[in-house]
């Protein structure tokens, strides 16, 4: 028996539908026999396209608002693909030296695909003549820990390589990459060495191993390309989505919870690994029974919009989402076993379409001044080429390059790289190699998609400085403590047993939520306010409150001594625990105040900014003039000692 969400399913179910793969890839070309291997073409074919990878940018990577900028501050525009294979194409069955046994009969051997039928450099200049700016490089957990080398004929067309284990390629290929002025992303794809995506053991970032031991091993990759600072990118783990017995979650606090798990190794790696990495979080792939009349969707980023992620260092939040033509919001991707009656991608008109994708994803970058306001990257899309006939498919694809075109979104193209024999085989990757090293291309002057990645890859979108944007960040102490601080989480617990939040350095507290314990911050209007030396004080009591100072008459008053702002706040269960107080420099923070009551409905001024930061609870905001001083709550019988009031004082 399986349980889902309070019901059950037979075994029969379990066996016939959720062993099936939830997004299954289309059906791969027959595999072709194996062929010897020979010295590859030295001339590759000619692109239409004028568009390069510019090796100009410096590094590292931040955001500001919904753009990913370089050091300069100028717009770097992710124009990716995905170099699969070293996180493995195996199908999971049958020999894994069989072609036959592997995704579309593509065998990567552990390593990149394409590395055993053509120079590494001549597949880089490939990347670069389609106008490719950035790689994903997918790898597995167990990739890091293989001590086996490569066969030989996995590397046959790169000789320099043979005897390595597969993390060496892999460092090799990532030398190169960043070599010839590409950006790589590095991406945890799956645990095991096999090829994704269904009910496989990889379903989950701790389906397969603990969730200690993929922190650890996140941290063993930033580490170990810190000093490569072309290495701009931690994407955390690909496509979370159900095993047989449960669904993943964003934030009920379980160690199901992808929420948790992505917000606490980010972290991790931002303070104890590398500070330059951007840090990607995709959403979640899927959840529930993919059959009609039981619950199933793809939530996608859909929960960002009420739980969104502060990282210790603002600017360095990057959120992903996946699309294919046969996956749909609430289909799996499954013909025959697993499909349901739900409408796939390629089923909706152009404007159901962009409405759809707006409502899953795009709404985090269209939507300005929020708490989860960030840039997406459309990590994986993708499409058959020659052999694609489907006039559905076909217009999906081009529908969604409008997309991708209208909204200047970051995309990765999945994938570049695949194998062809007589132009022939599984066709989605936009470079092709034969057994004999001969390279077919998206601008051969045969392949429909051509005119379509053209027009994506030569609009530049939004180019140039991008100038430094308002944070608003939430906290979410929901289960533990949420301080995005890094001087307070380098400093003793302030308030040991107690439930912490903390805004990040440069933020200050502006907003709370009557119940559930969430927090709103913001650098709006003062920018920078703690002073440069520290100092903070952690409140309880009613010790700062002055003579005739009353502003909450008959409630507990915590309150900031002067020169002060609240930062961050603890509580126990429900209430409200402490009030945690910055020092600001002298003359920056004003004395007069005004009392915002959230107790029995919502207090955040007209058009207030941050988003909804509490759904579904009462909230007070201070405004963007001003800064909270203050939180008050009430003991008496029936209360639950949650905040009631904030005081909110003017800035300098």
């Known amino acids: 028996m399986v349980t889902v969400r309070g019901s059950f399913v037979g075994a029969a179910l379990t066996a016939a539908l959720l062993l099936a793969p939830l997004t299954p890839v289309p059906a791969a070309a027959a595999p072709q026999e194996s062929a010897p291997r020979s010295a590859p073409s030295s001339e590759p074919a000619t692109p239409v396209t004028t568009a390069t990878a510019a090796a100009d940018w410096t590094a590292p990577l931040s955001t500001r608002g919904r753009w990913i900028v370089d050091a300069d501050g100028d717009r770097f525009k992710l124009r990716s693909g995905n170099w699969h294979g070293a996180s493995g194409t195996w199908n999971g069955s049958g020999s894994v030296d069989e072609d036959a046994n592997h995704h579309a009969g593509e065998n990567s051997g552990r390593t990149p695909l394409g590395l055993d039928r053509a120079p590494m450099a001549e597949i880089i200049a490939g990347f670069q003549e389609i106008g490719i700016n950035s790689i994903r490089l997918p790898f597995s957990n167990e990739m890091i820990h293989d001590g086996v080398p490569v066969k030989d004929d996995a590397v046959a067309a790169n000789p320099s390589l043979r005897g390595m284990t597969p993390l060496q390629v892999y ?376 003579p005739g100072g009353d502003w909450a008459s008959g409630y507990t008053k915590l309150q900031c001594p002067d020169g002060h702002f609240l930062t961050g706040y603890s509580v126990r269960g429900s209430a409200v625990s402490a009030a945690l107080c910055a020092a600001a420099p002298a003359g920056r923070l004003g004395t007069a105040g005004r009392t915002v009551w959230f107790d029995r409905g919502d207090d955040r001024g007209q058009n207030p900014k941050g988003g909804d930061f509490a759904s579904g609870h009462y909230k007070g905001q201070c405004a963007t003039d001003e800064y909270a001083a203050g939180i008050a709550y009430t003991g008496r019988v029936g209360s639950a000692r949650t905040p009631d009031a904030l005081y909110c004082r003017k800035l300098l």
């Open 171 to 546: 460092d090799a290929v990532v030398r190169e990459l960043t070599a010839a002025g590409l950006a790589v992303i590095l991406n945890n794809h799956t645990n095991t060495t096999r090829w994704c995506c269904g009910v496989d053991g990889n379903e989950r970032w701790n389906a397969s191993r603990s969730a200690a031991a993929w922190e650890d091993d996140w941290l063993f990759m930033a580490r170990r390309y810190k000093d490569n600072k072309r290495v701009v990118g931690a994407d955390l783990y690909n496509e979370v989505r159900r095993n047989i017995g449960d669904d993943p979650n964003w934030g009920l606090g379980d160690d199901h919870d992808w929420f948790a798990a992505s917000q606490r190794v980010g972290d991790r790696i931002l303070t104890e690994a590398n500070a330059d990495l951007l840090v990607i979080v995709e959403g979640i792939n899927w959840t529930g029974i993919p059959i009609d009349g039981f619950a199933h969707e793809r939530p996608t980023l859909e929960p960002v919009r009420r739980l969104s992620h502060t990282l210790v260092d603002s600017g360095k939040l990057v959120y992903s989402a996946h699309f294919y033509d046969y996956t749909g919001p609430n289909h799996s991707g499954a013909t025959g076993t697993g499909e349901t009656t739900d409408p796939r991608y390629r089923d909706f008109s152009p404007a159901e379409l962009t409405a759809v994708l707006d409502r899953q994803a795009f709404f985090v970058t269209a939507e300005q001044d929020q708490h989860f306001t960030a840039p997406v990257w459309i990590s994986e899309f993708g499409v058959g080429g020659r052999e694609e006939t489907g006039a559905k498919q076909r217009a999906w694809f081009e529908n969604f390059v409008d997309q991708l075109i209208r909204t200047d979104a970051d995309f990765a193209y999945w994938p570049l790289v695949g194998w062809h024999e007589n132009r022939r085989g599984n066709g989605w990757a936009l470079l092709h190699w034969d057994s004999s090293g001969s390279r077919m291309g998206v601008y051969d002057g045969d392949d429909w998609r051509a005119a379509a990645w053209t027009r994506l890859v030569e609009n530049p979108g939004r180019t140039g400085r991008i100038a430094p944007v308002t944070e608003w960040s939430m906290l979410s102490p929901d289960h533990g403590d949420f301080v995005a601080s890094r001087r307070m989480r380098a400093l003793p617990d302030w308030d040991s047993g107690a439930r912490k939040a903390a805004c990040p350095d440069g933020q200050r507290l502006l907003g709370l939520g009557h119940t559930g314990n969430r927090g709103l911050c913001s650098d709006v209007t003062a920018g920078l306010l703690w002073a440069p030396a520290g100092g903070h004080e952690v409140v309880r009591d009613e010790r700062h409150v002055p």
